[in-house]
């Protein structure tokens, strides 16, 4: 569950949901009583109101802290320092992009296996973003030329034809920009 | 009859729209502020052109150029010489009369005349083949000369717009509000509704215009040592610290983060100042000026460095410290958000409201600004920005951000109009035009955060494959819906009667 909210787009989409479909029905819903129904002003005493932004705060608080505190385990920066720490042999890509194509030092992976991307460019900003086989984001990275390059450890699970494409405008031909690579099965 | 009245006149269809009303003795507080909007809705009705253009390229294949050249010149279009002139124009009418000041000196002159001369260049650059996007991607516009894309005359064309644009935006709106509160003698006859710096509403514009100078000036410092090699009067070898592809990304969303937050901080203080005024039992008070005021100052102080969340994917370039503070500091902007919805929430409840399609647009505006906040804290979050970042999720946010405070914009104006104007409108067309801009404004909205979901490019001229382009014609389809409340709201203004003419039908003071 906190893999599919964490890890995909339409998990991230799920929670957008699920915070802004209460506020809004909540926040019409009011508008529409206290200006067609009974506009008249509420016998409601501030105690009560207080009551209630208190609990509105605390809900709204606790929510945000648990949904940060539970996404730590997915950043990038935590899941590389994880898999470096496992002591598993990682694999090192290098990834260098240019308008509007990518030269990688390999093409072929194996699933399982933790692989280091560390990439850069070498002329303007490029994106880097492997898509899996069933078209979902697996991770992007934002390559400024000049800076230190942009580096993650990744293991793919699947074997299969992954896309890679430039997620950040670069010129006349950005959307021509793509690539892909072998993600092969085991054979341990 | 002042400059900018006579300049309302000569324009056809938008001058009938938005002809200052002289007989009040308020001309020098409607003049430049109704030129400024008249020239906004001028920059929109060309923006939802552009808009709709691209999803239209899309569907028949078209070049992907003409793509390009849409998206850049839409996005410039709506952020700047549309949305921003909007909030700058109501925003010094309200500071203006609740000051007793009048928006007549040189800085509010300048400010329109820089920031549509601007917008022209840019334009003209942009359809000269400069095709940059409105976040300017640099040094893509460098580069873009030396791989021959575009000239380095366009370049030197465009940059000279943006030039003009950023001066308009972070010195002379900044000054002319700074100006008004802090300087020059108070006149009774232009008061209409006096405020404060203690009142949520006035507050507001003040943390805005001093965000914007100080978060703008070093994209300022920049961008001027840039053109001014670009114009060859200083020598490239000087300005090399400035030509740094970090160094700008930097300064620009310093600035590009901090101007959105400080539009948000001016539209939810304008939300405040006018909300009291149509309140049920006519105490035209906020349910509290006090945590009115926490939010914003909250809002304030949490914004100023989230501006990280923009530069994630970058890691390890950007230091994982940065990026856990920027992912805080963007979520606890929601604190603020959340005492803000309390405060509204409470207001309406404790007192009823008077429906009136000026109210119904600005909290329309505000639901689907809180409902925006959400996808952008999400975004905001470290793990999820490595999946959405660069995708239609984040173009989904930044446009959803824009219509949200243009509709807030636009019923502050609402609210404004017959002092401007002289002029009243009709309220059914009004609440039309708030009905089929909120559900144009979500449905495009959901499309494009759906579209991001999905993987989707931002800024990309194929979306036809992976079944994107089904994203694409429900973008057509709720666009079309919001270009359609704008022809109502155009309609609107164009059957405006005088206040005499209507029986001079009541509208809550101001």
């Known amino acids: 569950m906190l893999e599919f909210i964490y890890l995909s787009g339409w998990g991230a989409f799920a929670l957008l949901l699920s915070f802004q479909l209460p506020f809004m029905f909540f926040f019409l819903h009011l508008i529409y009583k206290k200006t067609y129904v009974d506009s008249a002003p509420s016998d409601t005493s501030d105690e009560k109101i207080t009551k209630f932004k208190n609990i509105w705060m605390t809900v709204v608080v606790v929510l945000f802290v648990a949904v940060n505190l539970m996404s730590i385990q997915y950043m990038p920066a935590v899941s590389s320092a994880r898999a470096v720490a496992s002591g598993q042999d990682v694999m090192e890509v290098d990834v260098t992009a240019a308008s509007w194509s990518y030269e990688m030092s390999t093409r072929e992976f194996v699933a399982g296996k933790p692989i280091r991307f560390t990439a850069k460019s070498t002329d303007t900003v490029h994106g880097f973003a492997i898509y899996s086989p069933d078209g979902d984001v697996l991770f992007t990275m934002m390559l400024v030329p000049g800076v230190t390059a942009s580096s993650l450890i990744y293991t793919f699970k699947e074997p299969g034809t992954y896309k890679i494409r430039c997620l950040e405008y670069c010129g006349a031909a950005h959307h021509e920009m793509s690539d892909e690579i072998i993600v092969k099965a085991s054979t341990s | ?510």
């Not at chain 2, 001027?224 to 060859?232: D, E, F, K, M, R």
Request: proline residues 4%.
């Open chain 2, 1 to 510: 009859m002042s400059t900018a009245t006579a300049i309302i006149k000569r324009v056809p269809l938008f001058g009938r729209m938005f002809n200052v009303d002289t007989s009040t003795g308020l001309e020098e507080l409607n003049a430049w502020p109704a030129l400024m909007v008249l020239a906004s809705f001028v920059w929109l009705a060309i923006a939802i052109l552009l808009g709709i253009s691209m999803p239209l390229s899309q569907i028949f294949e078209l070049d992907s150029a003409i793509f390009y050249t849409a998206i850049t010149a839409h996005g410039a279009a709506m952020a700047f010489p549309f949305t921003f002139q909007l909030m700058a124009a109501v925003g010094m009418h309200r500071a203006g009369g609740c000051l007793g000041k009048p928006i007549t000196g040189i800085f509010a002159s300048l400010f329109f005349w820089f920031m549509n001369i601007g917008g022209i260049l840019f334009a003209i650059a942009v359809l000269s083949g400069l095709k940059i996007s409105y976040a300017v991607m640099y040094p893509l516009p460098v580069v873009g000369v030396a791989t021959g894309q575009w000239s380095n005359w366009m370049l030197v064309l465009g940059f000279s717009g943006i030039a003009l644009i950023l001066v308009s935006v972070i010195v002379l709106y900044p000054l002319q509000i700074i100006s008004m509160l802090f300087f020059g003698e108070k006149r009774e006859d232009l008061v209409l509704s006096p405020r404060s710096l203690k009142d949520p509403g006035m507050l507001g514009m003040a943390m805005a215009a001093f965000v914007l100078l100080i978060m703008g000036l070093p994209l300022l410092i920049v961008a001027s040592a840039v053109l001014l090699a670009l114009y060859g009067i200083l020598p490239m070898a000087w300005v090399t610290w400035a030509t740094e592809p970090m160094t700008f990304q930097w300064v620009f969303f310093i600035f590009a983060h901090n101007l959105m937050e400080a539009m948000a901080i001016m539209v939810i203080s304008a939300v405040y100042a006018t909300l009291p005024l149509y309140l049920a039992d006519g105490t035209r008070k906020l349910y509290s000026d006090r945590i009115a005021n926490l939010a914003l100052w909250i809002l304030l102080v949490t914004s100023v460095t989230s501006f990280f969340h923009h530069f994630f994917t970058m890691y390890p370039a950007l230091p994982a410290a940065l990026s856990y503070h920027g992912n805080i500091m963007s979520w606890a902007t929601g604190t603020g958000a959340a005492l803000t919805i309390f405060t509204i929430c409470a207001t309406v409840w404790k007192h009823g409201l008077r429906p009136g399609a000026g109210l119904m647009a600005i909290l329309m505006g505000f639901v689907l600004y809180i409902l925006d906040g959400v996808s952008a804290i999400i975004t905001s979050n470290v793990a999820f920005s490595f999946q959405l970042h660069g995708t239609m999720w984040q173009s989904g946010h930044t446009m959803a951000v824009l219509i949200s405070m243009s509709l807030m914009w636009i019923g502050v104006l609402l609210h404004h109009y017959p002092v401007m104007t002289g002029r009243q409108l009709d309220e059914k067309l009004g609440m039309l035009f708030v009905k089929l801009y909120t559900i144009g404004a979500l449905g495009v909205s959901w499309s494009f955060l759906a579209a991001g979901a999905a993987g989707m490019p931002r800024r990309f001229a194929a979306w036809n494959q992976e079944g994107w382009m089904m994203y694409g014609y429900l973008i057509l389809l709720f666009g079309l819906c919001l270009a359609a409340s704008l022809i109502v709201l155009a309609l609107n203004f164009k059957r405006s009667r005088s206040i005499e003419e209507t029986g001079g039908a009541a509208v809550p003071a101001e």
